[in-house]
């Protein structure tokens, strides 16, 4: 050792430089940190409850749900005008935002927010609130919520003073805050006179988290002041005050350093992580100049004819040369505590560990070399500095006072400290494992005030999913599996805090009411499979293809029941997941289902019963680790024993306050146990280190200790005040729990191993002697490990094919007259293949039959679609009528029930048959509607933006522009893009195969078609496998209620 030391003073400026050198790299590296909430990282990802919601999430989308609830200022009704154009405007802004999953927003006025209902026998689906918003719309509303009790309660409150606008985000490297930040901005930017828009759902309260985790960067400075201020008092000196911060602060770059150049974000949990590093790195630091300042003084009295700069490197050298082991004893089982987080199945913990362990081990580095270089160069110490005083400090009647305390009534001290221990232990029987993220928060928190608001009007702010899984396609379409949803949403209904459930189910019993004209004794699931099939074919005939996608997975083989809750209590999550697992388990006998649970609530379940069992194993893991290293550095099983005698109370009493307090075992006070055993194995250490030398000197037990309190002691309430002090600040942080019981339980921990490294570990071996203190083995550093890793996604588009070449420019209004009259063929016979895509490949086919024939002078449309296959929709068929004078007509014929039912409904932006394409995208969006400007002409196109004219025909259309490709050739729109009425790229169409179908009228026709939606990311392949043009052949009585009902 004293080799190294020689060297690194020998070459003290390539050694200063170098380590320069290498902070202001890492230094630069700490811009990549940014402070993150990733619930992936918080979660054990093997838990059956984790699982289930990443389950949820990959087959429905919905994981991390914001609710907004838009209310009166005067808390009276909302149904007003004022709130719901407020809600129109964030349903329509929010999509926009980066992060925000639009297919997933839900309000009054979102696209898949229908009304299922009869008029006669007439199914009505249309959206809940008609826009522009007025009171006739908001008359229709109010009786669409009356006969669609599934919005009530999730997209109004049932005494209508809420109406709600929720939606999924997906958090990426940027976080919670990041998102949330933008949706508060739009909320700002929407609030009016009279309106109240409050915002609550897990995403806000984590990203409420990362606000308050970043005070961190006002805490550390505040905490470096005081350990420089607690330094300063102990060693009276500048350089007692700056040397151990500068060793800190050197260790604090490293590791954050290191983070950053790993891209591993900070969060609420290792945002601590500079504190630690700062107050650990601190303390060595303290132990070091301690004895330095001893050697000086013995090395000025015994060679007073010397230099102060000879005593002064001679001192570096022989203090660092008999504290260095030890400091490498201690860090070494800070270093491997906190490596064996690694073993803990939630990856923030292990981040926390891993980075910590390294920020120590920089920690040791440093002052193993750039400490001792740098204390070479600098002046020695004034002599008066160097010199006992004549009167003793503080510091000094301290140690006086333990030293006497352990020698005369060490029985007593024993003793004591056993009856602390054990009314500790009983503390331990009261702890409550709570991982709520709202009760981070205290309750004057805005946030827990909007949260609690939200709860008492609507069905919840927390979601749980159950998920039902069938062995084959189209399994929840059987009869007895929706029944088996349906009594499971019958039996949650009846539990506490649940405020609503939602599933396929509540929109099937809708429909079959609806098609058997209202009557109460239909609102149940039909009878046959068929049936239920065709009712869902219907619906996806005005209905958009990703209406039902939170719901029912796109081959119905499985389904999501959706429950609101209005609590996130992880006790409360343990008990309800237990009930619905013993309430379904029995009825799956006998069945292909199983269910998997997840969701928000039942995650922190997962997380707190994770952290029980991996608490207690963690616990045991640092404990054989100091035993270990005991037995390493003592050569002796009882210097083990005696190193982990003040963790075992450490851990009992932090256990123990938090059972008596009621501070929660939860994720953050879960690092506090690791971290209070990883610092606090460090004061035995070098308490005993110490001992054994002194005994060596004295060879009498009395008075070795009082030197030892003297000396090492002195030192260990100088690291526990530093560190104490350095945490301590974290209970200035109002209104944020995690940082308050970090630094009570940090605090406490730091003064509990402190004081049984002081007095309970010299008072056992002052009653029971023991020969390992006498031992003359040479210490030897190779013993000691110290070394650390790093680790780390249609029948054909008519409006879109123009055929005309022109021999003169056209303006681009007659461009887009010529595309819209010149792709209407007179009548049509064909054959199709509808291939519906969702977002994960999978893959819906339908094969149909169809007829078109232009009426009134080619102004109006008939087709018939009938559909020949898969088998469940077989002979179903739906007639579309179109009308200039009054509302188009769509008749459906359903084989099951054998009967024609008519659709009211949104025609044209609704989905055609379930497609990507709208009807509107079909019959034509009229040229005079929209403004239309030629953007780029290049060799073979012409590229038309066309805008639309007005609020209505955006309304209608569904479209705020269109993008057109068009072929100068034949004007044929090879690509299209349609945006949707935020100004968001909604979709694109592509054309390919495009024959010349009518050679004397000059009609194209593209034989295949595919549409793309960018939002939802599902698409639509139309392929016509036959197309006949002006065949003659069609009549009127393809569009008859007989041919409708044939059957082939």
Not at 350 to 366: D, H, K, N, P, V
Not at 716 to 744: D, E
Not at 899 to 922: E, H, M, P, Q, W
Request: net charge neutral.
């Amino acid at each position: 050792m004293k080799l190294l030391i020689n060297n690194v003073i020998r070459f003290r400026w390539l050694v200063i430089v170098a380590v320069i050198g290498l902070t202001a790299f890492l230094g630069l590296q700490i811009k990549n940190l940014k402070i993150v909430i990733n619930p992936n990282t918080m979660l054990p990802q093997h838990h059956q409850n984790v699982i289930g919601t990443n389950v949820a999430e990959e087959l429905f989308g919905s994981k991390h749900v914001v609710v907004l609830g838009v209310s009166a200022t005067d808390g009276g009704n909302a149904l007003t005008q004022s709130v719901l154009e407020v809600v129109q405007q964030l349903s329509e802004k929010m999509p926009a935002i980066e992060g925000v999953k639009g297919y997933t927003l839900m309000s009054v006025t979102a696209d898949r927010a229908k009304s299922i209902a009869a008029n006669g026998d007439e199914l009505v689906i249309e959206p809940l609130l008609e826009t522009p918003i007025t009171n006739e719309s908001i008359q229709h509303l109010v009786q669409h919520l009356d006969t669609n009790p599934i919005y009530q309660g999730t997209v109004v409150s049932e005494d209508r003073k809420v109406v709600s606008v929720s939606f999924a985000i997906s958090a990426g490297q940027g976080g919670f805050r990041q998102i949330m930040d933008q949706v508060q901005t739009v909320i700002e930017q929407n609030t009016r006179t009279g309106v109240v828009i409050t915002a609550s759902g897990t995403p806000v309260f984590f990203a409420q988290v990362e606000r308050f985790a970043q005070r961190m960067g006002l805490l550390f400075p505040i905490a470096l002041i005081l350990i420089g201020l607690i330094h300063f008092e102990a060693f009276r000196s500048i350089q007692g005050l700056v040397l151990p911060l500068v060793t800190a602060v050197l260790a604090v770059v490293w590791g954050l350093g290191i983070m950053g150049a790993a891209n591993v974000p900070m969060d609420a949990f290792n945002a601590t992580t500079p504190i630690l590093i700062l107050a650990v790195a601190a303390g060595h630091a303290v132990q070091i100049l301690k004895r330095y300042y001893e050697e000086y003084d013995r090395l000025s009295v015994a060679n007073p004819e010397q230099s102060a700069t000879d005593i002064n490197r001679q001192a570096v050298v022989e203090s660092l040369s008999r504290v260095a082991p030890v400091m490498i004893a201690a860090g070494g089982v800070a270093i491997i505590g906190f490596f064996s987080l690694i073993t803990f199945d939630v990856a923030t913990i292990r981040t926390f560990g891993i980075f910590t362990g390294l920020g120590i081990l920089s920690a040791l580095l440093i002052e193993l070399t750039f400490i001792p270089a740098l204390r070479s160069v600098l002046r020695p110490p004034k002599r008066i500095i160097a010199t006992t005083p004549t009167k003793p400090r503080l510091w000094d009647r301290i140690a006086d006072h333990l030293s006497a305390l352990v020698l005369t009534r060490y029985k007593t001290v024993v003793t004591g400290f056993v009856l602390v221990a054990l009314i500790a232990g009983l503390g331990t029987a009261f702890i409550n494992r709570e991982n709520s993220t709202k009760s981070y928060f205290a309750d004057n928190v805005q946030v827990r005030h909007d949260d609690a608001y939200l709860n008492s009007h609507l069905a919840g702010t927390n979601t749980l999913y159950v998920v039902f899984k069938g062995k084959d396609k189209d399994a929840i379409k059987q009869p007895a599996n929706l029944h088996l949803i349906e009594e499971t949403q019958r039996y949650l209904q009846t539990l506490p805090n649940v405020g609503k459930t939602v599933s396929i189910v509540d929109f099937i019993k809708q429909m079959n009411r609806s098609m058997n004209a209202g009557q109460t004794e239909f609102n149940r699931i039909p009878d046959t499979e068929d049936l239920v099939s065709q009712f869902l074919f219907l619906y996806s005939m005005s209905g958009d293809p990703v209406d039902f996608e939170s719901y029912v997975d796109y081959d119905y083989q499985n389904a999501n029941l959706i429950v609101w809750m209005k609590d996130d209590s992880s006790k409360y999550a343990e008990t309800i997941v237990r009930n619905i697992r013993e309430f379904v388990t029995p009825r799956l006998v006998n069945t292909d289902m199983e269910i998997l649970i997840g969701g928000s609530v039942p995650q922190s379940s997962a997380l707190s019963e994770t952290l029980v069992d991996g608490k207690q194993r963690n616990i045991l893991q640092m404990m054989v680790v100091v035993f270990v290293v005991g037995i390493l550095i003592f050569r002796s099983f009882i210097a083990g024993f005696y190193l982990i005698v003040p963790l075992v109370v450490t851990v009992l009493m932090n256990f123990g306050v938090m059972g008596i307090t009621g501070i929660p075992l939860n994720t953050p006070n879960a690092v506090s146990s690791a971290m209070a055993i990883g610092i606090g194995a460090d004061y035995a250490i070098y308490m005993l280190y110490r001992m054994r030398e002194e005994l060596k000197k004295h060879n009498h037990f009395d008075r070795a200790l009082e030197e030892t309190m003297r000396t090492a002691g002195k030192a260990v309430v100088y690291v526990a005040t530093a560190i104490a002090g350095g945490y301590s600040v974290l209970m200035l942080s109002k209104g944020f729990y995690v940082h308050i019981w970090f630094g009570i339980l940090i605090v406490m921990s730091m003064i509990v191993s402190a004081v049984s490294a002081l007095v309970l570990v010299p008072a056992l071996l002052k009653w029971l002697p023991s020969s390992f203190l006498k031992s003359t083995t040479t210490y030897d550093v190779k013993s000691v490990p110290g070394t650390a890793l790093a680790l780390v996604f249609a029948c054909g588009l008519f409006t879109l094919l123009p055929t005309k070449s022109y021999a003169e420019p056209l303006t681009a209004e007659q461009i887009m007259i010529n595309n819209y009259e010149s792709t209407r063929v007179t009548d049509s016979l064909s054959k199709a293949t509808f291939t519906l895509i969702s977002p994960k490949g999978q893959e819906r086919v339908r094969k149909t039959f169809g007829a078109t024939s232009l009426e009134d002078q080619g102004k109006t449309n008939k087709r018939v679609i009938r559909f020949l296959s898969p088998g469940d929709v077989r002979n179903t068929s739906t007639l579309l009528i179109e009308h200039q004078d009054k509302d188009d007509e769509i008749w459906v014929y359903l084989p099951a029930m054998k009967k024609t039912r008519r659709i009211s409904a949104d025609n044209k932006k609704s989905s055609f048959v379930g497609t990507d394409l709208s009807y509107g995208d079909i019959l034509g969006h009229k040229p005079q509607d929209w403004t239309h400007t030629i953007t780029q002409t290049t060799e073979t196109q012409l590229v038309i933006e066309s805008i639309a004219k007005n609020e209505q025909v955006s309304k209608d259309s569904g479209y705020s522009k269109r993008i057109n490709w068009l072929n100068k050739t034949n004007f044929v729109a090879e690509k299209t893009d349609f945006y949707d009425r935020s100004g968001k790229l909604l979709k694109t169409v592509e054309n390919s195969d495009i024959r010349l179908v009518d050679e004397t009228n000059r009609k194209w026709q593209a034989m295949i078609v595919i549409a793309k939606n960018h939002q939802t990311g599902h698409s639509t392949r139309v392929q016509l496998d036959e197309y006949k043009a002006n065949t003659q052949a069609v009549n009127a009585d393809y569009f008859s209620m007989r041919y409708l009902e044939k059957e082939e």
